[in-house]
């Protein structure tokens, strides 16, 4: 595939005069071409001017264009899978395979969301008629849809390059929203952005939409990233990365002469609870599925079970032999940047550093940016007394904290910050315990997962990728999921119309057959 290393602003491919940069191959250490341009705060104000041009077009979109739209995007990456999966491959080192089952997803979320759209349910349609006899004043009649909050910015993840990057869950539930996007592309993987970028500026311009439906833009340090939060025609912000990054451009935002939401997704070590007669029956088979998931992506997921606690006693001894040796025979992998790789390496000697021991280590890195897996232990004592242990290690390790009794195993849940998700591995005899421990894990995370592991992601409505800070800057919303979209939408009532001036999906003989609350109640028939 040609790439041309421009930005993409609305319709035009830009290359601008503040540098250039190319991509690194993580794996062998080379830097890989083309020259990617770099923009700055007047690319930021084109692509954001031009976004806020085609909101009123595009966020009044019908529903069966809009869907129609993002059918084409989902087309147009299915088309480009095999390209776009080899250059993910060679810019982040993951096996092209993997990342093609990646397209795959990312193009299914599109058509999941295309389906959201049809249905028009996010609208949240409610009527509330006139009572003109109401006594003692008549009530007005009151109707209600949820529109786009505006432009959003999105920030590229660096781990998954699609499917939270540049064509990732946050794009498909802006632009399904009828919100335009910004995507401040993520610098480790360039070429993979610009592939996507160009597979949706194509369905843009297939579907005669207004130029500033979406732009890229990309850009050295913080400044692209700030002049995008800062930017008064941007109305909502989304990140996944690092709890500082994410907390910077978080309070940014709210010192703005208009604050507006971010929503971040930052740290989490997804903790696993091994309640006592679970692991006395299978301590061995979960400590092995345990290793395996923490493997995946070399550790670098948002969903990786990095901690798990258990109780001292039967089992204890076959879990903890099988995470030692399914770790000791992982081999190293290239990590996903040299940033990323360091900080690994400096996160597992800080967990040393504070009372944790390093109990099996995995073959040895061959190259430059190679993780080596890792495990760690350490008894609950100094866990609950060590507040460091709790942190995020971005890699290929995982802490076991093991625990004296029950108590103690509900006195480490206490201690958690907000995860993304919490999982329990329980016999029927341990449902006792699993009621004490759940509402301490409620309060905790927005996912608790039984007898499984979080990872891998799935995109249903029922789907929560979201939890109490740190793992996100915003419980009352997931980032993964057909509720994403809640977080581009924002409410507007209607009173008093007359029919003709009401939005089609509001109107008295529901022309769009669409489903709407009346008076609170919704029939299950379409009304
Ligand atoms: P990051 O450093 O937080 O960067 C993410 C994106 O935000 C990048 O585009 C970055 O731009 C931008 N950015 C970060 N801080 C900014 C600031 N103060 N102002 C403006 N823009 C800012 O994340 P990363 O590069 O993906 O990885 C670094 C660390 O983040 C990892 O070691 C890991 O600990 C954590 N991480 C966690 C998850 C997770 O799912 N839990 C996922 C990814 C990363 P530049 O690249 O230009 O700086």
Do not use: W
Not at 9 to 33: C, E, F, H, K, Y
Not at 140 to 161: E, T, Y
């Amino acid at each position: 595939m040609n790439l041309t290393g421009h930005l993409l602003i609305g319709a035009q491919d830009v290359a601008t005069s503040d540098g250039t940069m190319r991509a690194l191959n993580p794996a062998s250490n080379q830097l890989i071409g083309p020259e990617f341009a770099l923009g700055g705060t007047l690319q930021v104000d084109q692509a954001a001017t031009l976004a806020d041009a085609a909101f009123d077009s595009y966020s009044h979109t019908s529903l069966a264009e809009r869907a129609a739209f993002l059918d084409s995007i989902a087309d147009n990456l299915d088309s480009v899978s095999t390209a776009l999966a080899a250059r993910a491959a060679l810019e982040t080192g993951l096996p092209q395979a993997q990342l093609e089952g990646e397209v795959g997803k990312s193009a299914t979320q599109f058509r999941q969301f295309a389906d959201v759209v049809r249905k028009g349910r996010f609208l949240q349609l409610a009527i509330d008629p006139a009572q003109p006899d109401r006594q003692p004043r008549p009530r007005m009649d009151h109707r209600l849809q949820k529109i786009a909050i505006g432009p959003v910015a999105i920030f590229g993840a660096s781990n998954f390059p699609i499917f939270y990057s540049v064509a990732g869950g946050d794009t498909a539930s802006a632009l399904a929203a009828g919100a335009p996007v910004i995507l401040k592309a993520h610098n480790a993987h360039p070429g993979a952005s610009e592939i996507q970028a160009r597979a949706i500026r194509n369905a843009v311009q297939k579907h005669g939409l207004h130029e500033g439906v979406f732009s890229m833009v990309r850009g050295s340090g913080n400044a692209i990233g700030e002049a995008l939060v800062d930017h008064p025609l941007i109305k909502a912000v989304t990140f996944t990365g690092s709890e500082q990054g994410g907390m910077a451009l978080y309070r940014r935002a709210q010192l703005r002469r208009e604050p507006i939401p971010v929503f971040t997704e930052m740290a989490s070590v997804n903790p696993t609870f091994i309640l006592p007669d679970a692991l006395a029956e299978r301590g061995a088979l979960i400590g092995d599925g345990f290793i395996e998931r923490m493997l995946v992506n070399v550790g670098q997921a948002c969903l990786r079970p990095a901690l798990i606690i258990a109780v001292k006693g039967a089992g204890l001894e076959a879990l903890r032999s099988a995470m030692i040796k399914r770790v000791g025979d992982a081999a190293a992998r290239t990590m996903l940047t040299p940033a990323i790789q360091a900080a690994y390496v400096k996160g597992l000697v800080a967990q040393e550093n504070v009372g944790a021991s390093l109990v099996a280590v995995g073959g040895p890195g061959q190259a430059d940016f190679d993780g080596r897996s890792a495990l760690l232990e350490v008894d609950a004592q100094r866990f609950l007394s060590e507040p460091a242990l709790a942190r995020e290690v971005f890699g290929p390790s995982a802490l076991l904290v093991t625990v004296d009794d029950e108590t103690q195993l509900l006195e480490v849940a206490r201690v958690l910050k907000g995860q993304l998700s919490a999982a329990m591995h329980l016999e029927h005899s341990d449902l006792e315990l699993a009621r004490r421990l759940l509402p301490i894990l409620e309060r905790r995370t927005g996912r608790i997962v039984v007898n499984a592991f979080a990872h891998p992601q799935e995109v249903t409505f029922a789907t929560v990728h979201g939890g109490p800070f740190p793992a996100t800057s915003d419980s009352r919303f997931s980032s993964v999921g057909m509720t994403s979209i809640e977080r581009f939408l924002r409410p507007v009532a209607y009173q008093g119309f007359p029919d003709e001036l009401l939005p089609e999906a509001l109107r008295q003989d529901n022309p769009l057959r669409l489903t709407r609350s009346i008076d609170g109640d919704t029939p299950q028939h379409v009304l």
